[in-house]
């Protein structure tokens, strides 16, 4: 996998390095851990499998054969509030190469969620190193993609809302050239942040996502929050319209898309008057 992948790229730094494991725990930790020896940006660690694939808010991200599961590691000039930038731009990448590849309806859930027909096919872990000062020593970007995913392979509760591409397209992709490609991508746009042009990312984020303007609830640890979600904050939270007016700022949680919750509230405010 990685001759093939090296030949494929023509990048400056991404993928320079691969790392291949057939099975490991998580390419998340195997990139901290070489990160921490000094790997150098750029650095990519793929996995066949993962025993312990990590999602966000802690969850197990199911990692079985046939995905495609790996983490770059970048050394970013950012602030560590503002990491949340390459999650966005990693999205985008990831919804312009599905889009342009294969013609596939993806879009963007906030905050990281990759979606194929409403359904997750992608989902983004990005994770920090700071130094005893609070910068920023290097950035993982974990990417899980269910790839070439038979979904029967997953737990029936989630097949509902999982998807894969394989299972999109009805055939298997040639995933090291589907790799190449976005990493190529991603370091154009890295680039272009680097270069101070995240404003053109964000309104790029804007136009693939499926959350802004829609009716959600949002689940965080301790509360549900009901309404529109109206922006995006600079530091990357979710602005949310309740129905009182009020605007309220989420930065962690799962969005769930309420299609039928303007038509409710428009019923519900005609019962009233
Ligand atoms: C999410 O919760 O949506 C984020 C999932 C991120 C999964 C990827 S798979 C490669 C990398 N290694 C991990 O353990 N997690 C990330």
Redesign the pocket.
């Known amino acids: 996998m990685t001759e093939k992948i090296k030949q494929g790229l023509k990048t400056q730094f991404m993928g320079k390095k691969i790392f291949f494991f057939k099975d490991t725990h ?4 195997i990139a901290k851990e070489l990160a921490s020896k000094g790997a150098e940006a750029g650095t990519i660690v793929i996995s066949e499998k ?1 025993s ?5 808010l802690g ?1 197990r ?1 199911l ?1 079985p054969e046939g995905g495609l ?3 770059i590691i970048l050394k970013p000039r950012i602030k560590p509030n503002e990491v949340f930038k390459l999650t966005f731009l990693t999205a985008v990448v990831v919804v312009r190469t599905l889009r342009k590849k294969f013609k596939l309806n993806a879009q963007i859930k906030w905050p ?2 990759i979606l194929i027909n409403g359904k997750k096919v992608c ?3 990005s994770e920090i190193i700071t130094n005893l000062s609070g910068r920023i020593n290097f950035v993982i970007i ?3 993609i269910n790839a070439n995913i038979d979904l029967n392979s997953f737990p029936e509760r989630l097949r509902f809302s999982i998807t894969s591409i394989r299972s999109e397209l009805k055939k298997e992709i040639d995933r090291e050239d589907f790799l190449c490609t976005l990493l190529i991508e991603l370091e154009n746009y890295y680039l272009l942040l680097t270069d101070g042009g995240f404003d053109l990312i964000l309104e790029e984020w804007k136009d693939l996502n499926c959350v802004l303007d829609a009716y959600v609830e949002v689940e965080s640890l301790d509360r549900t929050i009901k309404g529109q979600a109206v922006d995006i904050a600079k530091d990357g939270a979710l602005l949310i319209k309740l129905e009182n007016g009020s605007v309220n700022r989420v930065i962690s949680g799962d969005v769930i898309l309420k299609r039928f919750y303007k038509i409710r509230l428009k019923a519900e405010s005609e019962k009233i008057s």
């Open positions: 998580s390419t998340n930790d993962q312990n694939g990590r999602g966000r969850r991200w990692s599961w790996f983490s990281n969620d989902g983004v872990l974990g990417i899980g």
